[in-house]
Every structure is written in C-alpha cells, then in structure tokens.
C-alpha cells in the first residue's frame, strides 16, 4: 500500500521557519518527481515548489522563490520543504505529491500538515 506522509508544521510566529518531511511508503520515491502544494479552504490547491527525480532541478512559485526551498534524500524515501522568512499568508495545509510522468495529474497525495503563521 502507498502511502505518503507530511509532518513537521505547526504554529510559528512571522518570521520564523518550519521544515517540512513527506516520507513515501510503499515505493521507490526515486522513480516519481515530487512537489509541495498548499490549500486554504474554499480555495483551490495553490503550487509551492517542486523537484525532479534526483533532485537536480526544482521550480518555485514566485511567492516562494528565496524563502522556501525543496530537496529530498531518495535514499530514505523523503522529500522535504525548508521554509523561512514565514508570513502570516503562507497559513495553510501543506500537501506533498508525487508523479511518474513529466506533466500532468499526480499520481499519489499525502494527507496535509498544517502550517499557521500568527502575526
């Protein structure tokens, strides 16, 4: 069974930085490109940042270029998201997915972990 799951958010004053994990069970996370996204409710799943398979090449949002940064370690299945310089409208969940093809829908999602920015 495939599963991927995020942790490290939690509640940070502005200013401040969390980094995110997402650990892949159930297969090789070499083989998939990952990215980071993020949803507030009522609004649709914005795109954060995401990698290729070695982690040679990444893309950010402009809202996130400079702060955040992804990487991930195949070796121990994981994908991480550094983020600093927090501000109170980086507040969301935060879901990490992943794709076998270069283009198009993801292939599988995590469940979200909460990230809240206090003023």
């Known amino acids: 069974q495939v599963q991927l799951v995020e942790s490290g958010g939690g509640l940070v004053q502005a200013g401040g930085s969390l980094r995110l994990s997402c650990v892949a069970s159930?297969?090789?996370?070499?083989?998939?490109?990952a990215a980071w996204f993020r949803q507030i409710p009522g609004k649709e799943r914005e795109f954060v940042a995401d990698?290729?398979?070695?982690?040679?090449?990444?893309y950010y949002a402009d809202s996130m270029r400079g702060r955040f940064t992804i990487s991930r370690d195949n070796a121990k299945n994981t994908v991480f998201l550094q983020m600093n310089s927090l501000k109170p409208e980086d507040t969301a969940v935060y879901h990490c997915?992943?794709?076998?093809?270069?283009?198009?829908?993801?292939?599988?999602w995590g469940q979200g972990t909460q990230v809240t920015v206090s003023a």
């Open positions: 997915g992943i794709r076998r093809r270069l283009v198009g829908n993801y292939d599988y």
């Open positions: 990698i290729s398979r070695s982690g040679a090449s990444t």
């Open positions: 159930g297969l090789d996370i070499s083989t998939y490109s």
